[in-house]
C-alpha cells in the first residue's frame, strides 16, 4: 500500500468532485504529506506491512446496519480469519464498534451502536448530506452516517492506531466510495462552510477551550446546517461546570464539564440557534467494558465499588446528553 | 515624531541590553513595524501631530507614588495648559488614571490607584523585576510599577487609543527609561520565559479560554516567577462559573467569572503553585465613575437601580478578588 | 462557470489519480484559489460571462493534427459565428495558433504549428508521457502533445488572458481529459520530480536567471525525463552571450541570449546529460506576421528595413535553435 | 560568551538606535537565533570555549591603518601568546589579513591590505557612513572600513569559521562600536535601503544569478548609495561571459565571469549610474600565498606552471577590476 500522498489519492479525488468541500485542497493535501512524512520511522512500516495483508481480504458483501459487518463467514478459511485476525490485533486497542468482519466477532470497549441508537431519530436525516465527525475514533459511526446515504463522510482524528483501522476496515470493502478518514485535528480545517452535519462526540470535554471548539464548528457549517454534541454532563444550573482536579472517572485531559443549561448558554453565546436537548443517559457497562480487543480497564473500574453514583474520584457518576443547534 | 519602526528606537535598545528580553526581539520589532504600517491611514496622522504638540512641554518633574505627576503647576502657563489639555483630550476616553500633568488634573474613569492600593503589599516586591502587564490599558500601572524599582516594566494593550496615551504620557519625562507599552494581544509574545512577574488584571473575564491564558503567563514566567491576577468573581463553589448570556454589568465580551474556588482549581490545573487570595472588593463608585475626561456612562448606571447588590441584568454585583500564584 | 476553486475540479481529480502528480496537490490549489481571489475584480468578470457564452458551443468533433480544430463549419449558424467570434476576441491578442473553431479561422501573430513540425521527430516520443509546458501561452502546443498520446498535459503561463484563452478552447470540446492550464510561474511549482518531458520554449532569454531556469527544471524531471529547450541564440563560442542594452527585436525583457556553445556549456554544468542540438532556423515572416487577431506590430517591424540580417537595434537577427537534453 | 541571541546584544542595540538600520530588526533576531540554535552542536560548543579564552586577552592598544594590529607585544608573556595563538589556529584556515596581535603576525593567505590599497582612493569616502560587506570573510576590510570613520560597518558571510574569527578579535578591544558580523547570505536582508556604501568584492563570480545580486544591492542603498564591486573579468566585448566547464584557477562555484564590458552593461540594466571602472590588476604571489594559517594551496598551484598567462585548466590568468556605481 502507498505510504505516500497517493495512499489517499481517491478521497482527494472525491473531494475534488465536490463543488462545497473543493476548498478544504487548499491545505489538506500538504497536512497529510506531513503526516506521511513525520511518521515514516516507527510503527508505521510494520503497521503497513499488516495493511497490506488484510487487503488480501476483500468482499462485497457488506452491512452497515448495527454492527459493521463486512464479508461473510465462509469466505475465507479458518487459517485465513486466524491470519486477519492477529493483523486487526496490531492495532488495538479496538475501543469503538462492533465489527463483524469475515466471521469474526471484533468486540471493542465501546457498544458504539448503543450510542448511534440514541441519536439517530433526533437528528436531521442524513441523507444527501456532507457530514464530519470530530473525533470519529476508528470510525464505526462514519459507516452508520454512510448508511443513511449521506453524500460524503468525514472523519478527523489524529491518533496514529485509529487511522490504520480505518484503513483496515475500508481496504475489506470493494467499491467503497463517500466515507474518509484524515489523521488530522480540528483546527486543521481552514474556516469555510463545507458540511451540512458535523458530529462532536465524546470531544467537549477535552477541550482547553469549548468555546472556540463551538465557533469552529459553527464556521465549517453551511447556513441552517446542524451540529450534534454529545458530551458528558453534570447536574446544575447555568452557572454549573466541572474542572476536575486531575483525573473524572480516571479519564485525564477533562477541562469542562458542563450543566446542561450551561452548555446551552454557550451555544447561545456562539451563535447556534434551534437547540434542542434529545437525550440522556448514565452509561452502563452493557455499553462501555474491556473486551479481548480492547485490552485495558473499562467503565466496572470508574465507578466507587461502594456506590455506583460516583466516580472513583468521588465526582458524579458520567451521564451523557444529545443536543442538536444549528448554525445560523 | 517617528512614525515608523524608530518610534519603538529606544525601547528596542533596552530589550536588547537585557539578557532575558533580548529573545523578545525574535518576533516583536516585525509586529510593531505591522502595527505602524497597518494604521498609516485614519486617524494614526492626527494624533501623531497632537503627540508633536505634546511633546514641547517635557520636564524633569515627576513623581510615581500616587498620582501619576508629570511637570508642574507653574512650569508652564494657563494658555498652555489649554493647548495641552486639548491634545490629551484627542486620545480620549481615559479610563485609567489619575494623572496630574503640569497641574492639570486628569481624571480617568477608574481610580487605579485604589487597586494598586489592595494589591502593592500583597505581591512579591517588585524591585530589580522583569515585569509584563498584560491589557494595561493606558498604562498607569507600569508608572507605579516602575516606581517601585522594577527593572524593566512592559505593558501591552492593543488599543490604539491607550498607546497614544502612553506615549503623550511618556513624551513629557525628560530622560526616562525602563517603561514600555507595545501594541500587542497576549499571543503575540514568544513563549520564553523572559518575566519575573506577570499582571493580568481585568483582563481573564474577556477570554474565550481562560485557560490557554493561564497557560501562556506560566510560559512567560521565569522558574519562580510571581502572577498577580486580578479578576471578577461570583459567590459559588468550585463547580461555579459565571457565563453571562449577553452583558454582564453593561460590560460585552464577557466569557467567563468563575468563583474563587474554581478559578484557584484552573491555576492549579495549569501547574501554578503557591496560590493565594489576598483580598476581595466591590467596586463603589468612588473607584468608578464617570469623568469629563472619560466620557462615557460608568459605574453608577451598571448597577440595579433598587438593588445595588444585583447588575442591571440581574446577575450578582461586580465583586474582584486579587490572587497570586507561582510558576514552577 | 464557477469563478473559484472549482473552476478546477476536473484538472485537480486528475492530479489526484496519478501517483506521480499527486504531490503538486500540496501546494496548487491554495495557488489557484489565490488566483481566483486576486482577480475578482477589473475584467474577470467580463471575461468570465462570455466564457459562459461560448460554453454554450460545445462540438465532438476535434482534430489537434495540424489546425487546432473544434466543431465543423456547419454546426453552427453565421450569426452564432459572429457572437462567438466576438467573445473569442475579448481575450485578445491571440499570439499563437492557429486555431480552427466551427469553421472560424483564428489566425494568430505565430503559427506555432512551424515550431511544432521542426521538434516532433527530434524529442522522445510523447505517448503515455506526464508533459509540462512553462510559458505555455494560450496552450496551442498542449493540444499538439495530447495529439500525440501524451498521458497528461499540463501548461503554465501567469497571463490572465492566456488563462482564459485556453479555457474557451477546452470549454467548446466535449469529453476532454488529460490536458490542463494553470495560471502560475515556474517557481510554483514543488521540487518534485513529477514529469517526463519538460518543454521551455521561448523562455529562457526572459530569465534573469537562466542557470536557476535550468535547475529546477531538472528537478521537475524523473530520472531519464527530458527537457525540450527551444531558444533565441546568438553566433559565437562558449563564452558568446548577448544581454540587450534595452529591447532585442523590440522585445523587452530579455537577459541572456546565449551561442549554442554557451548553452550547452550551461546545460552541462546544471547536470544534465545527452545533450543535442537539433535544429536552428532563422524566423521569417510565414511564421510570426501581424494578424487581425493579434492586433499588433509583428516580426516585419522588428528587423532592420536596409538589412533584414539585423534587429532595428542593430543586433543579429534573430535566430532560434531546438536542444534536447536528459536529466540524471 | 554567551551562546544564544545575547551574543549578539551590543549588535542589535546600536542597530536599534540608528534610524536607517533599525528596520533590520524586523527579521535579524530570528535570524540570528536559528544560527544560534542550528549550530548547537559539532564543533560550536568547543569553538565558544576557546573564544572564552580569547576574551582574557583585552587591550585598548589598537591600529587598523594597514595590519589590523590590536595589543602590544609586551603587553603578554610568551607563555600566553603561545596559549592565544593556539586558540585563533583552531579557527584556521585564516584566509584574510594580516592581522598582528600581541606582536603575533597572523599571516593569512591573502593580503587583503593590497586591495584596500587598490580601491580606498577610487570610492566615495567612508567618513559617517552605514556600509555593508557581502561576503567579508573574517571581515579584514570591515576594521579598514571603521578606521575610514564609518558610521556603521556591517559585514555577512554565512561561513561559521569566518564567524569565530571575527569574534575572536573583536573580543581582544576594549571599548569596540560600529562594527558587525552576521553570519548570513545577501538574500537574509530585508529590501529595504538601509546602507550609503555597499561592497560587493571577490563574491559576484560566485552566484548563480549575478543580476539579482545586483538588484538586491540597489534595493539595499540609499538613493545616490555607492556600490563598490571588486571581481575577476575576462578579456573581451560586451557579449562576453566566460562560464567554466568546471574549476576556474582551482575554484570551485564560479559561474559567470564577465568582461569588463559585459558587467558594464550588466549594471545599466539593474538601474545602476555613475558607472566607473577604477583599477585592473593581476593577481601575483605577493597577493595570494599558502601561509602556515592558511594551510591550504595557494595561487603558484593554480596557474599553468610552463604558462604564466593561463590557469591550471587552460583559462585566461586571474584579472581583477574595481568599479563603482550609484544607485538612483
Same mark, same amino acid.
Given at each position: 500500500?502507498?505510504?505516500?500522498?497517493?495512499?489517499?489519492? =481517491?478521497?482527494?479525488?472525491?473531494?475534488?468532485?465536490?463543488?462545497?468541500? /473543493?476548498?478544504?485542497?487548499? #491545505? $489538506?493535501?500538504?497536512?497529510?504529506?506531513?503526516?506521511?512524512?513525520?511518521?515514516?520511522?516507527?510503527?508505521?512500516?510494520?503497521?503497513?506491512?499488516?495493511?497490506?495483508?488484510?487487503?488480501? &481480504? =476483500?468482499?462485497?458483501?457488506?452491512?452497515?446496519?448495527?454492527?459493521?459487518?463486512?464479508? =461473510?463467514?465462509?469466505?475465507?478459511? %479458518?487459517?485465513?480469519?486466524?491470519?486477519? @485476525?492477529?493483523?486487526?490485533?496490531? &492495532?488495538?486497542?479496538?475501543?469503538? !464498534?462492533?465489527?463483524?468482519?469475515?466471521?469474526? %466477532?471484533?468486540?471493542?470497549?465501546?457498544?458504539?451502536?448503543?450510542?448511534?441508537?440514541?441519536?439517530?431519530?433526533?437528528?436531521?436525516? $442524513?441523507?444527501? *448530506?456532507?457530514?464530519?465527525? /470530530?473525533?470519529? !475514533?476508528?470510525?464505526?459511526?462514519?459507516?452508520?452516517?454512510?448508511?443513511?446515504?449521506?453524500?460524503?463522510? +468525514?472523519? /478527523?482524528?489524529? +491518533?496514529?492506531?485509529?487511522?490504520?483501522?480505518?484503513?483496515? /476496515?475500508?481496504?475489506?470493502? %470493494?467499491?467503497?466510495?463517500?466515507?474518509?478518514?484524515?489523521?488530522?485535528?480540528?483546527?486543521?480545517?481552514?474556516?469555510?462552510?463545507?458540511?451540512?452535519?458535523?458530529?462532536?462526540?465524546?470531544?467537549?470535554?477535552?477541550?482547553?477551550?469549548?468555546?472556540?471548539?463551538?465557533?469552529?464548528?459553527?464556521?465549517?457549517?453551511?447556513?441552517?446546517?446542524?451540529? #450534534?454534541?454529545?458530551?458528558?454532563?453534570?447536574?446544575?444550573?447555568?452557572?454549573?461546570?466541572?474542572?476536575?482536579?486531575? =483525573? &473524572? @472517572? *480516571?479519564?485525564?485531559?477533562?477541562?469542562?464539564?458542563?450543566?446542561?443549561? @450551561? $452548555?446551552?448558554?454557550?451555544?447561545?453565546?456562539?451563535?447556534?440557534?434551534?437547540?434542542?436537548?434529545?437525550?440522556?443517559?448514565?452509561?452502563?457497562?452493557? %455499553?462501555?467494558?474491556?473486551?479481548?480487543?480492547? +485490552?485495558?480497564?473499562?467503565?466496572?473500574?470508574?465507578?466507587?465499588?461502594?456506590?455506583?453514583?460516583?466516580?472513583?474520584? !468521588?465526582?458524579?457518576?458520567?451521564?451523557?446528553?444529545?443536543?442538536?443547534?444549528?448554525?445560523?
Amino acid at each position: 500500500m502507498n505510504r505516500d500522498l497517493s495512499y489517499f489519492a =481517491r478521497d482527494l479525488q472525491e473531494l475534488a468532485s465536490d463543488p462545497d468541500l /473543493i476548498r478544504w485542497l487548499t #491545505v $489538506l493535501p500538504g497536512q497529510l504529506e506531513k503526516f506521511m512524512l513525520e511518521n515514516e520511522h516507527g510503527d508505521f512500516g510494520r503497521w503497513f506491512k499488516h495493511l497490506d495483508k488484510i487487503a488480501r &481480504y =476483500r468482499s462485497s458483501h457488506r452491512n452497515f446496519s448495527s454492527y459493521v459487518e463486512i464479508g =461473510r463467514d465462509d469466505e475465507i478459511s %479458518e487459517g485465513q480469519k486466524k491470519d486477519l @485476525a492477529n493483523s486487526l490485533m496490531q &492495532y488495538a486497542p479496538w475501543r469503538k !464498534g462492533p465489527y463483524r468482519l469475515f466471521g469474526i %466477532e471484533l468486540e471493542s470497549e465501546w457498544r458504539s451502536d448503543k450510542k448511534w441508537d440514541r441519536l439517530i431519530n433526533n437528528i436531521a436525516p $442524513l441523507k444527501g *448530506r456532507r457530514i464530519l465527525d /470530530i473525533g470519529c !475514533g476508528n470510525g464505526y459511526h462514519l459507516w452508520r452516517m454512510l448508511n443513511e446515504g449521506a453524500a460524503q463522510v +468525514c472523519g /478527523i482524528d489524529p +491518533c496514529t492506531n485509529y487511522f490504520f483501522q480505518f484503513a483496515a /476496515i475500508r481496504t475489506m470493502i %470493494e467499491n467503497i466510495s463517500g466515507i474518509h478518514f484524515f489523521p488530522l485535528a480540528l483546527q486543521d480545517l481552514p474556516d469555510s462552510r463545507m458540511f451540512d452535519t458535523v458530529f462532536s462526540m465524546g470531544v467537549i470535554y477535552h477541550q482547553k477551550s469549548p468555546i472556540e471548539h463551538l465557533e469552529k464548528i459553527r464556521k465549517l457549517l453551511v447556513p441552517g446546517g446542524q451540529m #450534534v454534541l454529545e458530551t458528558l454532563f453534570v447536574t446544575g444550573d447555568s452557572s454549573t461546570v466541572l474542572t476536575p482536579e486531575d =483525573r &473524572y @472517572a *480516571r479519564m485525564g485531559n477533562i477541562w469542562f464539564i458542563p450543566s446542561i443549561d @450551561a $452548555l446551552s448558554l454557550w451555544l447561545r453565546k456562539t451563535g447556534f440557534r434551534d437547540i434542542k436537548v434529545h437525550n440522556t443517559a448514565v452509561t452502563d457497562s452493557s %455499553e462501555q467494558h474491556a473486551t479481548g480487543w480492547s +485490552c485495558t480497564e473499562s467503565l466496572d473500574d470508574f465507578l466507587d465499588p461502594e456506590n455506583p453514583k460516583l466516580t472513583v474520584e !468521588g465526582y458524579e457518576a458520567p451521564q451523557r446528553v444529545i443536543i442538536t443547534a444549528v448554525s445560523p
